[in-house]
């Protein structure tokens, strides 16, 4: 009840004040923002920016660093005031603005309206940071979100200055499971050396039902044999063929606790589409494929 009376004592122009001393704060890395720099941004006064701020001190928004570095400061009170929820100086979630990064702007919430009309899908972002520099018809991509990994694609229809907000229209909307990729991927207990050759390989396959078999030597991981690579060698006629001549030696490696998240991040920069997983003794556990997380996807998102 006391956060509903303080909000609404403020004016349009305090709140513009308090948003952009919020977004020089977070700019300057959490150092004390002075009027003068506050008044250049908004393009006022200092003089009248100085009388505001004596206001917002007496309401517990703001506190004065004294000292020729000095200036003023949110309190924790002001994020509560404008709806803010974490401290901007920890969390960054990236805004990408005609997919040219905009670094010195992140994003505080959320919020989407008209969902249950089709086509029609609007949010409401809450910036922090100046977003005089957005401008309306640019395209958008806000995200991934911490813990959601949550991804918005749009075009900027709305902006509010005053309580930093943009109107999205969306065009589309993409979250990722926060799970471990053990969650999904494909046990494996086998493995080949340099020598096994093409009908080996191809009876491993088919009892195993797995499309890759890593190849190991010396108790090393030397490289792997996918299916694509056997198909390859029966196309050619290259029945002879044995492991030396159809693995691959690039491969991509990660702890089975990893999030999926970091690890499709770890295949799409390694251009691999697959992963072996290691667990804590670094032993090959099971391996992760681009098939098994579009298929855990569709059932995340149909399953009832």
């Known amino acids: 009840m006391i956060l509903f009376k303080v909000v609404n004592l403020l004016t349009s122009v305090q709140k ?8 020089l704060y977070r700019k300057s890395k959490c150092t004390s923002v002075k009027c003068e720099n506050i008044a250049e941004l908004m393009g006022r006064n200092s003089g009248t920016i100085r009388n505001q701020m004596q206001s917002l001190r007496s309401l517990g928004l703001v506190q004065g660093v004294p000292g020729p570095r000095g200036g003023y ?23 990408r603005v005609n997919d040219e990064l905009i670094s010195d702007v992140s994003v505080n919430k959320i919020e989407f309206t008209n969902i ?14 100046d977003i005089k520099q957005l401008d309306l ?6 995200g991934p979100t911490p813990v959601n ?37 494909t046990p494996l207990d086998c493995s080949v050396d340099y020598e096994v050759n093409l009908v080996e390989i191809s009876k491993i ?3 195993k039902q797995i499309k890759a078999i890593p190849v190991i030597v010396d108790d090393e991981i030397k490289g792997i044999v996918k299916y694509s690579d056997v198909i390859k060698s029966v196309s050619e006629n290259n029945f002879d063929a044995k492991v030396k001549d159809l ?17 499709m991040s770890t295949m799409y920069h390694k251009d691999v589409s697959i992963l072996l997983l290691l667990d804590e003794k670094e032993n090959i556990t099971s391996m992760l494929t681009f098939s098994g997380i579009l298929r ?8 009832s």
Not at 296 to 303: N, S
């Open 73 to 95: 400061k949110p309190t924790l009170e002001a994020y509560h005031t404008l709806n803010i929820e974490n401290d901007p100086c920890e969390i960054h979630v990236p805004i």
């Open 116 to 129: 249950i009309r089709p086509g029609d899908c609007e949010a409401t972002i809450t910036v922090l940071g």
């Open 247 to 263: 693995m691959d030696e690039k491969v991509a490696i990660a702890k089975e606790t990893n999030s999926l998240m970091h690890s």
């Open 149 to 185: 990994n949550l991804t918005v694609l749009g075009t900027i229809i709305g902006r509010d200055d005053v309580d930093n907000a943009l109107l999205i229209k969306t065009e589309g909307i993409l979250s990722i499971p926060n799970i471990q990729v053990k969650e999904l991927s």
């Open 137 to 142: 018809d640019n395209k958008i991509k806000i």
């Open 205 to 207: 396959m088919i009892e």
């Open 16 to 23: 513009e004040i308090l948003q952009t001393l919020i977004n």
């Open 296 to 303: 855990r996807l569709v059932t995340f998102t149909y399953d």
